[in-house]
């Protein structure tokens, strides 16, 4: 028989607020354990939460870009359980009333990935084992978190890791996360069963926890398919639970059963006021959303760069809004984009670095670059070895482009093409008589004359020119 | 003591005059609360109150000009979180725990410069109608050492009543500040839910406590309340809305003030109680005001809504005492994390606490959460409205603040429902967010003090202070038994 893979995720994106949801502790990474905490984020008795309004924008911003309707009131919630890096013994969280309800992710295929509902609630802090104990460290409770959860809708591997991509670039591009996997400002809970081709009844649901790496959840599905078909199909059954991926068995396996969600003993917060919107700040806010990937991907094409080359550039939202600057009145977004996606890319190497994006050259520079190329002022190697000399930080690009044009050696070209066009008679009769390629030979020599600094595109212009007025004077 | 002017007043005008020191002021409290075997303190900051009254001297003595509450000698119920202060909640969970950060209520108070004496007993974690359940052990009735001063906020109530502290912070999720007055013969308030902060308060049940003063008489507990009413940005339940102010207005004319008894609140009561309240009701005849008498049967309804809705919130405001980060943590050998915090609680919380964490966590499971919890909710809110709709009608209503005196030790035995009707005229106004006051109206024949509890709606305790002003100028009850007996 042949099965159906059915997965649905739960996405953790951290928000990238200035402060944490419920105090005013900053939201920063890498800080000495328990050095950014307070009395409200290690749960202090007494202590009270007051919530972030910058964190419900953000996440209105992300329920807006995932096509979700805003909900203009919802509540906050405690969910109650025990664990040492949960402060309060319970977390501040939605159910009943989450702030974004039913939306989508659309993929390249036209497939939409429904989402069920989009809510907020706080991080707790890390359990670290030591070799002299375990601690916790809750510089990040209270971290402002938005769930994404998806409907089961995801029915292979590869719909999987587009859907988490997605997500990724809506996070970036509405500026609400860096959502970065390897960091954990983007985690993952993966529900994943099977079910018979032909049949509309779910399978036993599997939940994968704390999946951290999109690599992992493609191997981390693979098997789980794998071994649930297994069970089934040796006549087994498969018991509702929670697995853990094995990163370096990769394998799943058991953790513990799972409970049924409302053990939580859900019931809403006391401490906090309903969230209650008004529509029209909605709507500014939807106003005020930056263009998504999918249209600037369009637009790029529309401006004659090939598709490809544009998947790239919206792939990174820094890249995307350079890319959007150096085109300002630009003779060749092409060429920008090529250099950009080639020269550039291969100076920054890792993908954080292409994320980030931060290098020595502006765009307005970029522009000025490529406009001179397109003007035949500057030939293509003599700008990229500028355009590396900046990237390398040796100067500003366009003091360097100045510097090179004004220090170019003088030279009369229509004179020096003259002289390399008489000095080769063959190649001239070999164009005449339809080979163009054998114009190379007199470039390559006024090349070498120039060393290098002359543009090739217009010396052939000239010698071509030089050529038909000679025919013109013989013909008369 | 004078009828027109409270003890705060008193002890202004007699530092202001320099007629004592608020050194001298100081150390008497210390040295009474010393003596005193009532138990109604469980820390005594000796060393900061003697800090503090030096540095009020000093201004003094540079003839500045100091507030109306700066150098008053007071307590705190010991679940007002004080920095570097210990902070026990009568409870051994935290036997030993000393907060980093302050309630706002203990910072108003201490940018006031009231000298702060110490910390006082209270029920476990406030859970308690007689201060019995204190791991710290019972307080004492200064009326009647065998009787209970009542609870949760018992050691404060007794302090005030005893001379032991000018003035104390209580706090009431159900009672505890009005029913401890009633029985110590004092003033409590019990504000409207949102007026006062309760950032750094030792949640009981979050969505109806308040802090509130406990005084000696109707105008200190003004005073206090017109200091304490404010909004806090730290407590996202703290209204925005602007107080009255309400130490002005007290003389203010009560004329065709229209009362409303509810005499399902009456029934129960101590034969001697119910007089004592109706006669004190009776007494705004003389001002115009109409009395009617209804019965309210929503008022039937508020303890069980009070015991779900408490009980839930209390569970998980509970949980956060595994050990873990603070507070007592096991000692001795535990086979994991779970185990580590299952054994913390277990040895450390009391037997009410438990009770009252299993019964909310009951309420909230799954099978019972829509059928208790949730009912509970819509009928709070019934109350509520009904309330409101009362208050077009009334614009006070009056009640006995106990059906009873106080009463033994151990007087209700293994009995916890009995315990809890000890509250049953009080935790009305809990449920309706509304602001009530209990001030003393007799005495019984045993000696011990009555109280009449008074409601208004939101936002008049202006209102309450006037009412309970009017009567007490001509019926003054409360006394200071023993301690530092205040007559300059």
């Known amino acids: 028989m042949k099965y159906n893979l059915v997965c649905g995720f739960e996405t953790h994106i951290e928000l990238s607020t200035k402060e944490k949801l419920f105090c005013p502790c900053k939201v920063k990474f890498g800080s000495e354990p328990n050095s950014n905490c307070c009395p409200i984020c290690i749960g202090a008795p007494g202590t009270l939460p007051a919530l972030n309004r910058e964190a419900v924008i953000y996440a209105i911003k992300m329920g807006l870009a995932l096509n979700c309707k805003i909900n203009l009131f919802s509540k906050m919630e405690r969910k109650c359980y025990f664990y040492p890096d949960l402060a309060k013994a319970y977390q501040i969280s939605q159910n009943d009333l989450p702030l974004c309800g039913p939306g989508f992710v659309e993929l390249d295929s036209g497939k939409k990935i429904r989402i069920h509902h989009i809510h907020i609630e706080e991080d707790a802090g890390k359990i670290k084992n030591e070799s002299d104990g375990i601690y916790v460290d809750y510089n990040r409770s209270g971290v402002p978190l938005i769930e994404i959860v998806s409907e089961p809708d995801i029915s292979s591997i590869e ?259 003259s002289d390399c066009t008489e000095a080769c008679p063959e190649a001239v009769q070999d164009y005449l008589n339809g080979k163009e390629k054998a114009l190379q030979a007199i470039i390559g020599k006024v090349m070498a004359k120039t060393r290098g600094s002359a543009n090739a595109a217009e010396a052939k212009n000239i010698i071509i020119s030089i050529i038909n007025e000679k025919k013109d004077v013989e013909k008369n | 003591m004078s009828k027109n002017k409270g003890l705060i007043r008193k002890i202004h005008d007699a530092l202001v005059a320099k007629k004592v020191s608020c050194l001298e002021l100081t150390s008497w409290y210390l040295r009474e609360i010393e003596k005193s075997d009532l138990n109604a303190f469980i820390t005594v900051t000796k060393e900061q109150a003697l800090e503090s009254a030096k540095k009020v001297d000093e201004k003094i003595n540079k003839g500045e000009k100091i507030g109306l509450l700066e150098g008053v000698p007071m307590s705190l119920k010991d679940n007002f979180s004080t920095k570097g202060i210990l902070t026990t909640c009568g409870s051994k969970m935290l036997e030993n725990y000393v907060p980093i950060y302050n309630a706002t209520v203990y910072e108003i108070l201490k ?47 007794a302090s005030v009543a005893s001379g032991l502290a000018a003035f104390a912070i209580g706090h009431d999720t159900g009672g505890s500040i009005r029913q401890p007055a009633a029985f110590c013969g004092i ?150 994390v779970n185990d580590l915090m299952a054994k913390t609680r277990s040895k450390a919380l009391g037997d009410e606490v438990k009770r009252r964490i299993i019964l909310g966590s009951y309420v909230l499971n799954t099978g019972y959460h829509d059928a208790l919890y949730k009912k509970s909710l819509g009928v709070k809110k019934l109350i509520t409205d009904k309330v409101a709709e009362k208050f077009e009608e009334f614009d006070i209503l009056i009640t006995p603040t106990s059906p009873t005196t106080a009463f033994g030790f151990n007087y209700a035995g293994d009995d916890p429902v009995k315990m809890q009707l000890a509250d049953i005229c009080v935790v009305n106004a809990n449920i309706a967010e509304i602001p009530a006051l209990s001030i003393p109206c007799g005495y019984d024949s045993n000696n011990l003090p009555i109280g009449m509890q008074i409601m208004s709606k939101c936002w008049s305790e202006d209102l309450l202070f006037r009412v309970a002003y009017k009567y007490e100028k001509e019926n003054f009850f409360a006394k200071i038994i023993g301690g530092v007996q205040f007559e300059i």
């Open chain 1, 159 to 417: 719909e999987a890791q587009e859907y988490i991509e997605k997500l990724q670039l809506t996070a970036r591009y509405v500026r609400v996360s860096d959502a970065r996997m390897q960091e954990g400002s983007i985690r993952c809970d993966v529900n994943i069963s099977v079910k018979p081709e032909n049949s509309d009844k779910l399978g036993t649901r599997i939940e994968i926890k704390n999946m951290n790496s999109i690599s992992f959840i493609a191997k981390a599905l693979k098997y789980e398919y794998e071994r649930q078909v297994d069970v089934l199909e040796s006549g087994g059954q498969l018991i509702q639970e929670t697995r853990r991926f094995n990163e370096q068995k990769n394998c799943t396996e058991g953790m513990r059963e799972k409970e049924d969600a409302s053990d939580y003993g859900y019931f809403p917060e006391p401490n906090l006021p309903s969230i209650c919107l008004e529509q029209e700040k909605v709507d500014e806010i939807k106003k005020n959303l930056p263009e998504m990937y999918y249209s600037r991907k369009k637009r790029y094409i529309s401006l004659g760069v090939p598709e490809k080359t544009a998947s790239l550039l919206v792939k990174y939202v820094n890249v995307s809004d350079f890319f959007d600057s150096a085109i300002k009145n630009c003779k060749s977004p092409e060429r920008v984009a090529n250099l950009i996606i080639g020269q550039i890319f291969s100076f920054l190497g890792s993908e954080t670095e292409k994320e980030e994006f931060k290098i020595s050259v502006s765009p307005q520079d970029l522009n000025y670059l490529v406009n001179l190329i397109a003007d035949n002022k500057l030939n293509m190697a003599s700008a990229k070895n500028l355009l590396s000399s900046a990237l390398e930080g040796k100067g500003n690009l366009k003091d360097l482009i100045d510097k090179f044009i004004s220090e170019s050696p003088k030279f009369d070209l229509k004179a020096i093409c």
């Open chain 2, 111 to 157: 940018n006031q410069g009231c000298v702060l004496l110490g910390k006082n007993n209270q029920d476990q974690f406030a859970m308690g109608s007689s201060n019995e359940t204190s791991y710290f052990g019972p307080v004492k009735n200064p009326h009647d050492k065998t009787k209970v001063p009542g609870g949760s906020s018992g050691g404060a109530c």
């Open chain 2, 187 to 336: 003033v409590g308030l019990k504000p409207t839910y949102g007026a006062i902060s309760r950032y750094g308060i030792i949640p009981l049940a979050s969505s109806l406590e308040q802090a509130g003063p406990l005084t000696l008489t109707v105008e200190d507990n003004s005073i206090v309340y017109d200091c304490l009413a404010a909004h806090d940005p730290k407590d996202e339940t703290s209204s925005k809305i602007e107080r009255k102010k309400t130490f002005n207005s007290l003389d203010d004319s009560i004329e065709g003030l229209k009362i409303g008894i509810p005499t399902n609140c009456f029934e129960g009561s101590d034969k001697e109680v119910y007089d004592a309240v109706e006669k004190a009701a009776k007494f705004y005849e003389k001002f115009g005001a109409k009395i009617t008498y209804f019965a309210f049967p929503e008022f039937d309804l508020s303890m069980p809504v009070y015991c779900v809705l408490g009980r839930a919130e209390t569970a998980s405001n509970m949980a956060c005492f595994d050990g873990i980060r603070y507070g007592y943590k096991y000692k001795g050998e535990y086979s994991d």
